[in-house]
């Protein structure tokens, strides 16, 4: 069956150093790849899109990778700030349609001071 | 300011009663959706719609309907509450069905006693 993982665990790093989020998926074939935002109590936030056709995506402080051999993206943020604690969710869609999507359960983090 | 509006916030109900959770898009997007958010499992779609007049099931729609009987408005209901549908409903839109971005609401947490 189709699985998406991402770090169940909070990732804690210092302010001012890049923050790396992991997506890791098995038994799909994206044609695209997101990444969001979510905060407490809020929904989720469109950051980034990446296609399977492209390695890397790059806004502002935000850079994404898609390695479609090792079924894996990455997220980045660079110079990392308390502001970008949040939750951070990947979703992968196959061709066909947005009724398809499939989020992944969400990495937290934590940029501490 | 433009966006989704969902109602209510938050609310507790009585298992076997129903409840309509309430969703409202001012941006004339075409393609509405319905998911649910639990620990661990992440955002799973409920239902969606590809137009007005138009609805179709996701990966976990039972126990629940949808309307679409017009553009803005997309509502989900439970015919009689059961506590495994306690959860944070989240509606969403986008342009299209073939559009590669939601926009989210803020979410309702469903609490069933």
């Known amino acids: 069956s189709q699985k998406i993982e991402q770090n169940s665990e909070a990732l804690n790093i210092q302010e001012g150093k890049t923050a790396t989020l992991t997506c890791n998926y098995t038994n799909y074939s994206p044609a695209y790849l997101q990444w969001y935002r979510q905060d407490p109590g809020r929904g989720p936030v469109f950051l980034l899109l990446i296609r399977e056709n492209e390695k890397e995506k790059r806004k502002e402080r935000l850079k994404v990778t898609f390695d479609t051999t090792l079924k894996q993206s990455l997220f980045h943020i660079t110079a990392s700030q308390p502001a970008d604690s949040a939750t951070y969710l990947c979703?992968?869609?196959?061709?066909?349609?947005?009724?398809?999507?499939?989020f992944g359960t969400g990495t937290k983090l934590q940029v501490i001071p | 300011i433009a966006g989704i509006t969902q109602a209510p916030t938050s609310q507790i109900l009585a298992a076997g009663r129903r409840m309509t959770l309430r969703c409202t898009q001012d941006?004339?997007?075409?393609?509405m959706y319905w998911y649910r958010q639990d620990l661990g499992l992440g955002l799973r779609l409920i239902h969606y719609?590809?137009?007005?007049?138009?609805?179709g099931k996701g990966e976990v729609p039972d126990g629940y309907s949808v309307s679409r009987a017009n553009t803005d408005d997309f509502p989900l209901t439970l015919a009689s509450a059961v506590p495994s549908q306690t959860s944070v409903y989240f509606c969403a839109s986008s342009p299209g069905l073939g559009s590669t971005e939601a926009f989210f609401g803020q979410g309702t947490r469903l609490t069933v006693v």
């Open positions: 719609s590809n137009t007005a007049g138009t609805t």
């Open positions: 941006m004339r997007h075409n393609a």
């Open positions: 979703a992968l869609a196959p061709s066909g349609g947005y009724q398809k999507v499939t």
